[in-house]
């Protein structure tokens, strides 16, 4: 997500940390370094000129906070820069709502409808979806679609051009505590487009006017946002497509310059790769720090609580199985793509280029089906599995025998490290730290 812009920023932050000393010499290369960055990032040019002159000035000019140093200060000054370049998160009140989404054509208004279904449905609300997208032909069917697969009630009337007599009979009929009504798109905002939000803006009386922009926009997403802003007084942003793009710096500082906050992000086509927009969270993932809040988030929805608590416990105790195994790998593929899962631990872990993301994925699914076609001796104690019990593996499951020597090297080395983790007992280490989380779950 956002690799160049990320890259660039982290290059910046590893060169203050080589430097000597950190004196005016070193806070300018930094600032500059720092603003390259940004606009390679699509970042508008002004904002990143302010940026790089405000990480300068209060460099220099603060004083450090106790006990820091000064190459922490300078760090620390660049990070509430960044959180303060893309702006304030919004607040999402778990209510009964409506919800009117716009856009351009191509945007990715419709699937977001889904994705945002998907979100209150998994905080407790009934969501419905209303097709007032009467210009793109396949956008109804695509809409019924996403409904069906979210299991929300869809309103819509295929062929009708009127999308005001849509949202009329939808308001009507549709018993819901959030409705999502997408509009329709155009290749620019013109005044047909703008008057037919109006109308339904005045019809629907939504509690959110939400825009949805995608990240590879570019700059043109500042001149995007105003223009919507003036039409119908966007009250958010949600931005999509982040996990196709590498700079995605002009989405991201259009809300600010609006002064509508980004509420949402969508990071992948499946409808849970949507998440609410935390300013701190996101720019510590981007600079490197990573995002455990968002790691132990996604962990829950993964791992049924009684099994983490479960295997949680096994490997305080140093019992770590195939069986665990199995489980974490489950958990990974539910968690998303492996290299959103890697972006999230701290320092940035990232997959290398010249490394297949879509065969590592494709590697982890075949030792799934090994290990479910070894008996609960093998799972339980893979010291037993001899090269013909790795052959009938290997026929059982149809995966191939080098492929099972990697599982079982994999596997010891995810042992070994569960053992570094715990430092010395296994009880007062890093891991009996994370298992804390792990209580909470349910």
């Given at each position: 997500m956002l690799d160049k812009l990320g890259e660039g920023l982290r290059s910046a932050l590893k060169k203050l940390a080589g430097a000597g000393s950190i004196d005016k010499a070193a806070v300018d290369e930094l600032a500059k370094d720092v603003q390259r960055a940004l606009l390679s990032g699509d970042v508008d040019v002004k904002l990143a000129?302010?940026?790089?002159?405000?990480?300068?000035?209060?460099?220099?000019?603060?004083?450090?906070?106790?006990?820091?140093?000064?190459?922490?200060?300078?760090?620390?000054?660049?990070?509430?820069?960044?959180?303060?370049?893309?702006?304030?998160?919004?607040?999402?009140?778990?209510?009964p709502a409506k919800i009117l989404l716009c856009g351009l054509f191509g945007?990715?208004?419709?699937t977001?409808?889904?994705?945002?279904?998907?979100?209150?449905q998994k905080r407790g609300l009934k969501p419905a979806l209303v097709a007032c997208d009467v210009v793109r032909p396949a956008a109804y069917e695509q809409l019924k679609q996403l409904s069906e697969q979210v299991h929300a009630p869809f309103y819509g009337e295929k062929g009708e051009k009127d999308s005001a007599k849509v949202l009329r009979n939808a308001l009507q009929?549709?018993?819901?505590?959030?409705?999502?009504?997408?509009?329709?798109?155009?290749?620019?905002?013109?005044?047909?487009?703008?008057?037919?939000?109006?109308?339904?803006?005045?019809?629907?009386?939504?509690?959110?006017?939400?825009?949805?922009?995608p990240a590879d926009l570019g700059q043109a997403a500042r001149v995007q946002a105003d223009a919507f802003q003036k039409a119908v007084h966007i009250t958010g942003v949600i931005i999509t497509k982040l996990d196709g793009t590498a700079k995605g710096g002009g989405a991201l500082t259009a809300a600010a310059v609006?002064?509508?906050?980004?509420?949402?992000?969508?990071?992948?086509?499946?409808?849970?790769a949507f998440e609410t927009f935390d300013p701190d969270r996101f720019v510590s993932r981007l600079i490197g720090w990573g995002d455990i809040q968002a790691?132990?988030?996604?962990?829950?929805?993964?791992?049924?609580?009684?099994?983490?608590?479960?295997?949680?416990?096994?490997?305080l105790e140093a019992k770590f199985t195939l069986d665990d195994?199995?489980?974490?790998?489950?958990?990974?593929?539910?968690?998303?793509?492996?290299?959103?899962?890697?972006?999230?631990?701290?320092?940035?872990?990232?997959?290398?280029?010249?490394?297949?993301?879509?065969?590592?994925?494709?590697?982890?699914?075949?030792?799934?089906?090994?290990?479910?076609?070894?008996?609960?001796?093998?799972?339980?104690?893979?010291?037993?599995?001899?090269?013909?019990?790795?052959?009938?593996?290997s026929k059982g499951s149809g995966v191939p025998e080098s492929d099972i020597h990697e599982l079982l090297k994999g596997y010891e080395q995810t042992k070994k490290l569960m053992k570094q983790l715990g430092g010395g007992g296994m009880k007062r280490g890093a891991l009996a730290n994370l298992a804390k989380r792990f209580k909470g779950f349910g």
């Open positions: 000129q302010e940026l790089a002159d405000r990480v300068r000035k209060r460099s220099l000019d603060e004083k450090h906070k106790p006990g820091q140093t000064a190459r922490e200060h300078v760090v620390r000054v660049v990070y509430e820069e960044l959180v303060r370049l893309v702006g304030r998160g919004g607040e999402i009140p778990l209510r945007s990715g208004k419709t977001t409808a889904g994705k945002l279904a998907r979100f209150y009929k549709l018993k819901a505590d959030v409705i999502i009504i997408d509009s329709s798109g155009r290749d620019a905002l013109d005044s047909g487009m703008v008057n037919e939000l109006k109308t339904l803006n005045e019809i629907a009386k939504p509690d959110e006017r939400i825009l949805v922009i609006t002064g509508a906050p980004v509420k949402w992000i969508g990071t992948g086509e499946k409808s849970d790691l132990v988030e996604k962990a829950k929805e993964a791992i049924e609580p009684e099994k983490a608590e479960q295997m949680m416990g096994r490997m195994f199995y489980e974490q790998i489950k958990a990974m593929q539910k968690m998303g793509p492996l290299g959103d899962v890697l972006g999230m631990m701290p320092g940035g872990m990232k997959i290398p280029k010249n490394v297949d993301v879509g065969k590592q994925e494709g590697k982890m699914k075949r030792w799934k089906y090994a290990i479910e076609s070894m008996t609960p001796a093998e799972r339980s104690d893979p010291s037993i599995i001899t090269p013909s019990r790795i052959l009938r593996v």
